[in-house]
């Protein structure tokens, strides 16, 4: 009996013994906690959480393309996330006449995105990056994957704050068929241009297509004009500007002159303060209007709404007869780095990604841009030969306020006030006031 209950408490021990054992591999490494059999740690409620990759990090990029500017803007967005699944892109795009303000009132509210497409020349990036907004990108290496002659427009002694995407032109697209069948040859002067005007308008058609909501399309037809009608007898006036020794009411009166006398003859788009940008090319691209003025970024955006279109682009000839017709060219699109992103290493290798010649070319082509890649050409695209053999012959002349000291508050102005005239509010001599009274405010505030 003795041997059968001593039996029995060995075998009760041994079990307790062995059950001791298998508990100890969930004891949470020997701490004498208890713990269930799923693994949860019951101190904590929870089971322990594999390690998870990180959270991306968001770059914020803006810019003044949006709508059937934005090229390959999403394509390569989506290009560069694909190589970099660390980093995700939000882009913010606004026509070009909104951002140089909301552009400025972001900085101003220390609120500016991490990465900007900022435009080129003293007045724009080159003002911000003094002013302490841009970061220098002199000694990143894919820097001088860049032209010499691009660098320009976004450099300041020794320091570079922008890449330079693309060489652009403004010119005049026309419909190549309309003029065909109106047997009008390309102008070659002002009065050649009239004419063709009146030409087309006879026939029944709107000779020039052209939305000024916000102003920016009288902008780019007046930069058009102003190598030929001001630049062309007054090369330093860039210079007399900046120094104060010259004034937009005496250098521009001729021009103004020109460009509404084709409003008051019924050459452009009635209303157009009502009517985009957009609107206004979507005119042109349908075939109801002849002629449409605009950057060669926009030709994308003409042909993809009418691929049959036969297209072309010829520079603005305001030139007196007997004068070259001299093109409008400059570096289009630069993109900078905020310095006080806290994002700076994703932001750089945005820009590195953008320097790399496979996707300069995939943006040029979207922009049917130039390229500004040293060495590379680009494709140049058919409707866009007769500008660029002007471009190519030396007769061009940089976008005008890539060398105004106070280019922003000169352009913004402009923009305003010329709404003011097509809706007859203003004069065009009280436009050129307004712009010389902006310039001097802001050089007195500099």
Known sequence: MRQRKLGWIALVLSLLLFVTACGGGNTGGGNGEPSNESGTNSAAGQKPEASKPAEPVTLKVAGYKSGAELGAIPELNEKFMKENPDIKIVYEGMPGGQFRDFLKARFAANDASDVIMIHPGLS??????????????????????????????????????????????????????????????IPQNWSQFVEAAEKIKQSGQLPISIGNNDGWMTLAALFTMAPGSVYAGQEDFDAQLNAGTATFSEGWAKMLEQWFSLEEAGYLTEKSTGVSLDQAQQAFATGKAAMYIDGNWSLPGITSSNPDLKVGMFPMPSNDEGRDVIASAAVGTTFAINKSTKAADAAKRYLAFWSETENQKIWAKSQQAFMTIKGETGDVNPSLQHIAEVVASGKSYPFLDQGWAFGGAATTELMNSAQGVYLKVITPKEMLANMDKAWKTAASNK
Do not use: R
């Open 124 to 185: 724009d990036v080159i003002a911000y990056g003094n002013a302490g907004y841009l970061m220098d990108l002199s000694g990143e290496s894919w820097i001088g994957s860049f032209t010499e002659a691009s660098l320009k427009s976004v450099s300041h002694e020794g320091q570079v704050y922008a890449i330079p995407n693309d060489m652009n032109v403004l010119g005049v697209y026309y419909n190549q068929q309309i003029f065909d069948d109106l047997s009008i040859d």
